[in-house]
């Protein structure tokens, strides 16, 4: 049973998405102006203007849900943004000379005196507490000051937390397993990613932090990791030419070399690459996070221009599961609860795609009642489908009898004109998948329909005989839209990430060549096995006996490569 | 059902046997009788066991009347019916078996004092109490991991056992080998058990084909194409109606068949000779002894004239003979497709040493065959498993269930649904997390052995119940095991003095403590799902046609695609497979769009995944 640590990735299959993905980050670029050009306009009139952004996971190929920022630190974004980003402040930051207590002025943020509060939402974090959307929704109508809205906060407390990278903290804080690493990031700087980013020099490592989002920096998470003496390059807002200036800063710096990355779109990569190719000669390893950025490792790699191991942290078992089947399983509830306060029981639903997030949509749709029908094209999971007691059907099959339409192919223009033409009255039409090429949103953009906006998100497509759709969140993603990202599954992600440091940083030489690599099984495993606290779960251990019966290490790890879970 | 109907006919048609079959002079009065007394006695065989229906005392006297169906459906209701014995573990001395057994880390058997002690009970009881046939339950021990379509499908076997009540009287103790047969047509290529019995043969098979309609559909689709034109298969499988609708198929598609049976006693007598009656050479029958069954797969191979250019082995005996007998065949053989676990192992093994030198296919590891064979057949194989031995409800009642990797993933859901209280034990974090997401409480056995009402194991692993559990579990725990072989509970610890074993019917023991607390112990610990349950045609299904695409894939792939080494199913095959199934369903599949699949960067027709998609 004797498994290799890490398998690259299988390649076939990735050379056909890689098309996909050149395309996805031309696309990607252009929803990058769009937001650019447009979000200043409006930055700050509408609550749901704000939302702009998360047209932003659509840079993702699939779904990574770390790649975008989770509502909740959105949330309380836009509840600090009612006083941080007060327009009077419209100095940049990089003309601001601003030191910390400890009197080192070696990072760029918004406003170091915010700092106290930063380290609030980061204990918040790490302790379990944070808000719900619901309730910071409330708080950024109320504007309140942010000391009311933290103790408010605090109130809508929450089991959620980032308990298994403070665990890993103090399990791994004797060994220092991390000690000489001078890791150089650049990922969104939330909450989350301080406690990640503060798990990390707990761990012995040396941060230089930027963000890989003009939008998603949380202004006093940057102040407070400032104040703590992380160098971070980071404020909400930035421009596209602060963007790489803030980059350059964590990475050109006189005597510090960095020898790690950890990057999210790879961004941070490419610019090493073009700007500063000689430091590749001390890194050791690039952890990257996003779909597009692991398609840029393998297009490195493919042209032979890879010359330091990558991780690509994304398809990792644990993570993939949740920001696929537990996340939307949870989130097409809320998310159309959100909206259209809809009951389930009863109502016929179609779902369009029968893959991970399939299989969760379904789950919650028929775990409270609702008649259940699939579209799917991939001949497995339709037998599936069929084995979990779906109807397979073809979507103008059902298209006029059912009440939801939910799309979940990662496809496009699954939902056409013609199906939102025969659709029944009051249809609710929304997409789970990726992107929003799923439902084929453009060709309701016609003189004949009306629009009528009934609420954020929500919008009633009306035609000249009076039947209206019900089309969410503009056919983008419902989750990301109209509903959390749990602070649980951010607490896999970074875990997942520090796991990889740890690895690529200790590996013995050799282990790893200059390819792109799954993270090994058995950082997979401890990554679960420091959320199994949270449910309270206990773990049965091998007694020698079985191990050597099994053919297998007591601790792991425990499934050959294959395994399908 | 379909049992019904066919035992029917085999219990009328019991008098023209005795009239026609004279070879053996004055055999036939007691053929007819002990078909009688079989069906008579079988109930109170299975005195007790739901599974014999009550109406069987009365209507056994008229088997050869119109009451048929009933009498004839006690024998094949009974438990015993069932399974293939654990033949190999007695007949097969091959070191290089003994070795691969172990390996599979599967039995009991393996052990040779384990070998000694149950082996002979087998043979010796054979025939005596319906009860003790159920032993020949152990043979699928012998696959490491969950291989259902190693093993036979109930319904295959209830007609076996149906036919097994005129076919195998202990009479006609002629060995086929001595018998001089022919079919209508003149051929005496074949050697089954008695040529005649080709018609009920015949009706079972056809039954066979109304159950699976992806392999009737795939001799539609593919007839014009003729894929497997000049293909020479010779197969070694259990020979069932279910193989018999497979290897027509195979024949229908252009290829020339020989077959021999991979265990000797899992043969359907009847279908052997149908498939004999219509050409096929076949060389197999009940109650082979170790040297017929090599002499059987030496007759496939070793024929004047012909050759064969593909093999489709289940368990690796074939394979192994042709190596050590005819290692020159091998320079015209295009390929290997291997069903088993265990015949798995052996081809990896080979790839290893460097003597596999033609491309082999491991059909048993193809997504859908897993997903059936496991998570979708014990799913339904708990329930029934259970309901059958214990007559329990469900509802409210406390179960751990030790393992949740497939097959725990199945049984869980499956008693969720019935309103139990599920707890999960677990090894590896990843499917821990993934019970918790799922809503079970992830435990130890021992924080709740002392509470629950049902333990299950399916860990694959050995000692997860241990005498110690045992004796903390309370009064009328149910103690049963779907997970593989009979290691997982430590049942020899069961077998000491203080302990009174009580069999309360077939398949349930009830072991007996000093202080009057009973455990309810199901199949000894052997696989519930195979000694209790069914494995449904649909499954089998599953499995025949995969193999019969992998034969197509090796058969027709243009030279270099496959070198020597062992393969797995192309993903585009198993899509295949899987969309054959789906008209069972009505499901309607839908198809990509030019756009979309440009879009996806995706072939219309598959392949749809890459191949570490997880599903």
């Known amino acids: 049973m004797s498994v290799p640590d890490a398998m690259p990735l299988p390649v076939a299959g990735v050379g056909e998405e890689r098309k996909q993905a050149k395309e996805k980050e031309d696309a990607e670029k252009y929803s990058f102006m769009a937001t650019v050009t447009k979000a200043p306009k409006k930055q700050i009139q509408f609550a749901d203007d704000m939302q702009e952004f998360t047209k932003f ?27 941080t980003d007060s327009s009077d402040d419209e100095v940049s930051p990089r003309e601001k000379q601003q030191t910390n207590s400890k009197g ?31 309730e910071s929704g409330n708080q950024r109508d109320l504007h309140d000051g942010v000391r009311q809205s933290v103790e408010r906060q605090k109130q809508v407390a929450s089991a959620e937390d980032m308990s298994a990278l403070i665990s890993l903290r103090k399990r791994a804080q004797g060994e220092k397993p991390l000690a000489g690493a001078k890791i150089v990031g650049c990922t969104h700087i939330t909450a989350q990613t301080a406690v990640l980013i503060e798990t990390l020099c707990a761990l012995g490592a040396q941060c230089r932090w930027s963000a ?39 990475v050109n710096m ?40 692991v398609h840029r490792l393998y297009q490195l790699s493919k042209a032979g221009k890879l010359c330091v191991p990558a991780m690509n942290v994304n398809d990792s078992v644990t993570k993939q599961k949740f920001d696929n089947l537990y996340c939307c399983r949870e989130s097409i509830l809320d998310g159309l609860k959100r909206t259209t306060d809809v ?9 369009c795609g029968y893959g991970e997030v399939g299989k969760g949509c379904c789950a919650a749709l028929k775990a409270l009642g609702a008649i259940v029908y699939i579209t799917e094209i991939d001949p497995i999971c339709a037998l599936q489908a069929c084995m979990d007691g779906f109807r397979v059907v073809k979507l103008n099959e059902v298209i006029r009898q059912v009440d939801v339409v939910i799309t979940c ?26 992107s929003n090429t799923e439902i084929d949103v453009t060709s309701l953009r016609t003189p004949e329909l009306t629009w009528e906006r009934v609420r954020s998100q929500v919008d009633h497509v009306i035609w000249p005989d009076g039947k209206r759709v019900v089309l969410l969140a503009e056919g983008r993603l419902l989750n990301l839209s109209c509903s959390t990202v749990p602070t649980f599954v951010l607490s896999i992600t970074a875990t997942t990430q520090a796991l990889a440091l740890i690895e690529l940083y200790n590996a013995p030489e050799g282990r790893y060549k200059q390819d ?20 309270d779960a206990h773990l049965t251990e091998l007694t020698d006996d079985q191990a050597k019966y099994l053919g297998l290490n007591k601790n792991g790890p425990f499934k050959p490569n294959y395994y399908r879970y």
């Open 104 to 134: 080192s002025s070696n990072f760029c943020v918004k406003n170091i005196k915010q700092a106290e509060f930063g380290r609030r939402e980061i204990e918040i974090a790490e302790q379990g507490i944070f808000y719900s959307g619901r």
């Open 212 to 250: 890989c989002n003009i939008y998603s920096t949380q202004n006093e998470v940057a102040a407070a990791l400032a104040e703590a003496g992380v160098a971070v390059f980071a404020w909400k807002g930035e421009s596209e030419d602060d963007f790489w200036w803030c980059i350059d800063r964590c």
């Open 57 to 83: 996971p659509t840079k993702t190929g699939r779904r990574s849900l770390s790649r975008s920022i989770s509502q909740s630190s959105t949330d309380s974004y836009s509840s600090a943004a009612s006083y």
């Open 409 to 434: 192919t990662g496809n496009k223009n699954v939902v056409t004109r013609e199906h939102l033409d025969r659709m029944k009255n009051s249809c609710i039409v929304c997409n789970m998948g990726h």
């Open 343 to 351: 009951m389930f029981g009863g109502k016929q639903v179609v779902v």
């Open 254 to 293: 006189d005597g510090w070399q960095a020898n790690m990355i950890l990057d999210d779109g790879g961004d941070l990569t490419h610019w090493v690459y073009k700007k500063y190719p000689n430091v590749f000669k001390k890194i050791r390893g690039i952890v990257e996070e996003s779909v597009t950025g």
């Open 516 to 535: 792109v690599y799954l993270l090994p099984k058995k950082m997979d495993e401890y990554v679960a096995s420091l959320h199994l606290p949270s449910f």
